[in-house]
Each structure stands twice: as C-alpha cells, then as structure tokens.
C-alpha cells in the first residue's frame, strides 16, 4: 500500500476560519528598508518583525499597526524586515536560511494551520500559551480558530486577521457595459468570458511572477468541481479522491479558465492583474481578499469600482486562511517581540490593521463599524458558509506537499500539459 506524504488536512467542519504558503522557491531577496523611519532609541531596544507585507493594504495595514505598538513602546525601535513577494514566495526562502543559520528575527508572518506546525516541529517557534491567556486572547477568539494555532497542547502563535481565498472580483463598469452578472457556475464563466473576448477584453487576469496565483487559482476549481465535502477530504490527503475522473474535469477547466486569461500571465504579479482590472483591460480576478486592500490602496471602492462574488462553483463555501505571528527560539528581543504580540492580538490593533489589509479580524469582539460594505459581507460569509482550508496559503496541508502542488501548477500554467499535471499530483499525494 502507498505510504501518502500528506498529513491529514484541515477538516472543517470542526474547524475555523478564517496570501500564504510558497509552492516555489524563487532566489532569495534582500529584507526591504524599513516602512518608517525608525525611532530614536536607547541601546539594545529593538523588535524584528518579518513579513511579505510591502503591497498597497497590506504595507497600509502593518503600518497602522507599528504606529499602536510605537505609542505603547516609544523607546522600542522597529526593525520591518519585509521581503516582497506574493503568498511568501521570497520571504519563506530567505527566513528558512536565517533560522538554519541561527539568525532568527524576533517574530515572523506565519499562516495558522498546517504551516505553523511545521516550525513548531523544526524547534523554531516558543509556545506563547501562559502570554496568550495573559492577554485574554482566549477570551475573544472563537476555540475552532484557537485549535489551528494549538499543537500539542501549546499556543504558538497570535492570529490577526482571516483571509477569504476563493473571491471572484469584477470589473463594475466593463460587466455593466457588456450586460453580464456574476458568473455563479464553470457553463456561466465560460459563457461570460465568450462574451468578453468577442468584445475585446480579457476576460480573466492571471499572474504568475510571484509563483503562487495558478495554484490559487486551481484550488478553487478543485473546490468548485468536488464541492465542499470532498475538497476538505482531498485536502486531508484522500489519495482516492485525487485518482478519481473529477481531477480531470478540474484539470481541464483550469485549461480552459488560462485560454481565456492575459499572454504575460508568467511574467506578471497578482497586484498587475488588479491593476488590469481596474483599468478595465480585464473584466475578471480569482483572488483572495487581500486583492481587495491592494485597490483600496489604490484609490478604488468596492461596490462601485469593482465588485465581488464567490470563484465559480464556490457559492456557499468560504476558503480561508489566517495571519498570525509567533516568537522565534532564540530571539534577540524576546520582551519586546511580545509586546508587539500584545498590539497584534489586541481588538485596537486588529481594528486598525484589518479594514487597510482586506481582511476580518481574527478577534470576535471587534467594532464592525468600522469595517467596508465587502469587509461587512466577508464577516457575515464567514459566520453563515462551510469552510474550506487553502491549499496554496498554508492552512490546511503540509508544507511538502504544497511545494510539489505549487511547482507542477506553475509549470502547468506554462505548458497546459494535463497528463503530466495529473501524475504529479497523484503522485504527490
């Protein structure tokens, strides 16, 4: 009998919520200067954050957060060690090397779920149980959520946000014009994008630079094809599921989706294909909601310039992912890396990073009213949907498998080659 290399997945319906694991490993990047200028600060004061936050939202965000954490902590200087790259593409490269080399930054990005126990395992992460309850986070997070970051009887980190993956976002004045609606099913999508295509506009924007948008985006075809039940026993590493006919339909709606999206999809980030939809050179996006912070950022309003609506297939089904930071073995500032863990658990801190970054906040108690008419939306999904963990971003499968899943989706993505897809992700499992 085959021994499966996937750990078992994320099984929702015992579980909560909600870019992000790496299926690539691109060349490593230097860490980005830091956001703002640091403070003035007496010696030996200081806390290194890493992160892949350097986009639109999500850079808006953190930096809300930093100015929270300064005004509890003026003496402590910020040290932001962001590396750019979608989904952590770079960042995980470059923090990998630093912890095998006994660099580790004082706290780092990290999904809850299965990427946060791959640290825990390497011996990587503090338990933060005793500071957790301390806080009272365990008091304002619901306990499915508080299960994703618990391992072996330990918290190992503090979540900050819940990310919706599977978001079909669209064009307001391009489908107003063609006379198109949301498309709710893979007939209606394909119906639609006929439609776009005979009127000059790309139907789907796809990117590929960041390595990590054809695995995201086939994740939610799976999700689509199977439905919610089977997803999450496909994610839990059912090697019978991913033998079955479905795989083929969903290999061959994934071809089809990519005929119908841009040329430079290879050559191109997430954040480009945002800005394709915006200018209206493309009328369609599968993306997860941090899309939606990157166009606030830009000026952009949901409801108006663009809207939104579950991937096709999707209807009812909430895939989501988490934000959360832990504290490294071994950090050189481990006092003020939880006094940073204090503003990132915090209802202010969430509150003031959330409506920036696209995301809802990982906390139960947070003041809704501050939240956009999507953010409003995603709370209610969130609390009405079945969930469904992401694959690509760290939630609910193994960090070997995702590598082999990322890499044969990015090369797919190239080739179209369905058969070889197909052994590599059979074989994966």
Known sequence: MKTSRFVNGLMVGAVLLGACAAPAAPAAVEPAAPTAAPVAVAEGKKMEIFSWWTNGGEADGLNEMFKIFTAKNPDTEIINATVAGGAGTNAKTVLKTRLQGGQPPDTWQVHAGKELTQYVDAGQMEPLTDFFKEQGFDKNMPQLLL?????????????????????????????GDNNIVPPTTFDEFFAVADKLKAAGIIPLAVGGADKFEAPHLFESVLLGVYGQDDYVKLVGGDAALWADARLDTSINTMARMLSYSNDDRSSIGWSSGADMLLEGKAAMMIMGDWAHGYMMSKGAAAGTDYGYAPAPGNGGVFMWLSDSFGLAVGAPHPEEAKAWLAVAGSRAGQDAFNPKKGSIPARTDA?????????????????????????VHGAGAPEPFMALYGNALNVFSSDLDGDVLKSSLVEAT
């Open 147 to 175: 299960d994703q970051i618990t391992y072996n009887g330990e918290i190992y980190s503090v979540p900050v946000n819940i990310h919706r993956s599977n978001v079909l976002w669209y064009n307001i004045k391009v489908f």
């Open 367 to 391: 003041d809704q009213s501050l939240y956009d008419v999507y953010l409003k939306y995603s709370i209610k999904s969130f609390g009405a949907d079945k969930l469904a963990p992401s694959i």
